[in-house]
C-alpha cells in the first residue's frame, strides 16, 4: 500500500525550505525532495513528490504493511523554515493531518479447531476428557479482540488473546458432560475498523454439537458441526 500526503507551497523564496515532520517532538522526515536518512534505517520507503517548480512537496510512505503499520501512522505535518542551521523556528506551518493505519483480518479469519483438529473435520468429544478449542486470526493492527462464548447462554467464557508474530488467536479448555451434548460454542473477532456490528457478525466461526456426530453444514462464515 502507498499512502500520500500533499504540501503545497506558493512564493517559497531561494533562502527557505520545506519539512515534512511527524509527532509532537517535531521530529523532521525532510529537507526539501530530500529524505533525512537519520530517520528512517529503511528510508527507502519515505519520498518526497510532485513538481518543485509548482510548490508541490508531497510526504509519499510506500510499502505500508502489518510490519509498519505503527511506525507509520501518527500526526504529520509540513512546514516552511529558513534554510539556516541556526534559525530553528518555522515561519508557517501547516495543520496537523493524523494517519491511521489499520490492518484488518482477512475474511479467512477466524479459523477454529478442536484439540488442534480442524473443527470441520470434528464433530465429537469425549465426555470427561478435557477439551481446547483455539480459534485463530490474523492479528491486525491495532491487535483484534477475540472472544468464544456459550452460543447457548451468550456467556463469554474468555477473552485473553495471545499474539505471536503476525497472528492472534485465544483458546478455552473444559472438560465436557452429558449436559453439553449438542452445544454451541462461537468464535468472535472484532477490529475497530470493522465500522458496524454486521461486519463483525461476518468474521466469525462457530461450533457446535461437539458431543455429536454428523455432517457439516456451512452458512457465510459459521461453520456448524
Request: hydrophobic share 35%; net charge negative; charged share 25%.
Amino acid at each position: 500500500m502507498t499512502i500520500e500526503m500533499s504540501c503545497k507551497v506558493e512564493n517559497l523564496k531561494s533562502d527557505q525550505k520545506v519539512s515534512w515532520l511527524k509527532g509532537l517532538d517535531y521530529t523532521v522526515i525532510s529537507d526539501d525532495h530530500d529524505v533525512r536518512t537519520h530517520y528512517l534505517t529503511d528510508n527507502e520507503r519515505y519520498f518526497i513528490v510532485g513538481d518543485e517548480s509548482q510548490g508541490e512537496y508531497n510526504l509519499q510512505i510506500r510499502m505500508v504493511s502489518y510490519q509498519t503499520a505503527e511506525f507509520d501512522s501518527g500526526l504529520y505535518h509540513c512546514a516552511v523554515f529558513y534554510d539556516d542551521p541556526n534559525i530553528l523556528h518555522a515561519i508557517i506551518r501547516s495543520a496537523f493531518a493524523r494517519l491511521n493505519v489499520y490492518v484488518v483480518p482477512r475474511v479467512m479469519y477466524p479459523q477454529c479447531t478442536v484439540d488442534d483438529v480442524n473443527a470441520t473435520d470434528t464433530s465429537e468429544v469425549m465426555e470427561g476428557e478435557a477439551v481446547t478449542l483455539s480459534c485463530q486470526s490474523d492479528a491486525g493492527y491495532p491487535t483484534v479482540s477475540m472472544s468464544w462464548e456459550n452460543g447457548n447462554s451468550s456467556t463469554i467464557l474468555t477473552e485473553s488473546v495471545t499474539v505471536q508474530d503476525d497472528k492472534a488467536s485465544v483458546e478455552y479448555t473444559w472438560i465436557p458432560n452429558e449436559n453439553d451434548d449438542g452445544a454451541f460454542f462461537i468464535c468472535s473477532i472484532y477490529h475497530m475498523a470493522f465500522d458496524c456490528r454486521e461486519e463483525s457478525e461476518r468474521n466469525r466461526s462457530a461450533l457446535s454439537g461437539l458431543l455429536k456426530s454428523g455432517d457439516v453444514h456451512q452458512h457465510g462464515n459459521h461453520q456448524y458441526l
